[in-house]
């Protein structure tokens, strides 16, 4: 069961940086604070390319993996 718990945390720890990379990699949408700091000011609103779709595909993918293990870990603290 230890083993699990430390490998669960490993996880989570790789995935949160690895999210913290994947979102700083998005290009800003407008409107926000990226405008604010000067990014996005020709921004297209048409649709986004294959390699924009691809990042949020896997940023969503990681996020999933990433909630999955605080889940697993909370489900462990409760009943181990």
């Given at each position: 069961m230890n083993a699990v718990r430390i490998g669960l945390q490993v996880l989570l720890v790789l995935g949160g940086l690895?999210?913290?990379?994947?979102?700083?990699?998005?290009?800003?949408k407008g409107g926000g604070l990226s405008d604010m700091f000067g990014g996005g000011m020709s921004s297209s609103l048409g649709g986004s390319s294959v390699a924009e779709r691809n990042l949020d595909r896997i940023t969503i993918s990681v996020a999933v993996v990433w909630f999955t293990c605080i889940v697993g870990l909370g489900i462990l603290d409760r009943f181990a």
């Open positions: 690895f999210l913290t990379m994947l979102i700083l990699l998005h290009k800003g």
